[in-house]
């Protein structure tokens, strides 16, 4: 724990506590406006009923917070690790009079904390917020109840899972080429791939598909894990 203190004072923390305000306020702007959409167009919901319903806004909802933290989250593993063992601060980092591996998995345990904790209550948020605001006045003609919230909360737990899953891989992938940009763009990639899959599959899906990556984000893990003790060596 206190070598995740120390990695929480090392990081200027304003600008991903900022993005986490924003994700899911811009999560919220989206399914509102999707909410809307109907009352500009009815013919909208002649072609496609499924947006008339709550189930496939907070879909939306989950994606979008999903992407937003999982993004975030790869971002700032790049510049808590990759900017760690670069060729500048390699001699720093490895001098720590700790193990490499302790040093190492608190600075991935920080970032999956941040980040994980980030997107449930984002999404709690965002779902909360539009809850109220449908209790209040009411933009789709679909049967609105608190189970529909309780509902959800499979799915927040299960967007910690992908998060978490999902930044590891970009990480690997970025930290292979030694470049940031490359592992936000896998994230991006990654998410637009789940994305497609969850409107396509529904919840089961979902379910599948965050357990196949979060197994292979411990396994990325523990890989990684093998290449910073080399570089001890």
């Known amino acids: 724990m206190k070598l995740i203190g120390l990695e929480m004072k090392k990081i200027a923390l304003t600008p991903y506590l900022l993005a986490s305000v924003l994700i899911p306020l811009a999560a919220l702007a989206l399914i509102d406006l999707l909410a809307y959409a109907p009352q500009i167009d ?10 008339g319903t709550y189930a496939f806004l907070y879909v939306i909802s989950f994606i979008i917070n999903v992407t937003g933290f999982a993004c975030m989250n790869t971002a700032m593993l790049g510049k808590v690790i990759m900017e760690s063992y670069n060729d500048n601060y ?13 040093v190492f998995w608190a600075k991935i345990v ?4 941040f980040c994980g904790v980030g997107v449930f209550i984002g ?4 779902n909360s917020l539009f809850f109220v605001s449908e209790s209040v006045f009411s933009l789709v003609k679909d049967t609105l ?3 529909t919230i309780v509902n959800q909360l499979p799915l927040m737990i299960v967007s910690i899972m992908l998060v978490v899953s999902i ?9 292979w080429r030694n470049s940031l940009a490359l592992a936000i763009v896998s994230a ?5 791939i789940l994305s497609n899959l969850v409107t396509v599959g529904g919840v089961e899906v979902i379910l599948a598909i965050s357990g196949i990556l979060f197994f ?8 990684l894990t093998k290449k910073v003790l080399r570089l001890e060596a």
């Open 145 to 147: 109840s608190f189970t």
């Open 110 to 113: 920080f970032c999956e904390l």
């Open 42 to 51: 009815p013919n909208i919901l002649a072609t496609d009923p499924e947006m």
């Open 167 to 175: 930044s590891l891989i970009a990480l690997a992938i970025g930290w």
């Open 188 to 192: 991006v990639v990654l998410c637009s």
């Open 123 to 126: 999404l709690l948020l965002t």
């Open 90 to 102: 390699i001699p720093l980092t490895l001098s720590y009079p700790v193990s490499r591996k302790k």
């Open 216 to 223: 292979i984000g411990v396994l990325v893990v523990l890989t």
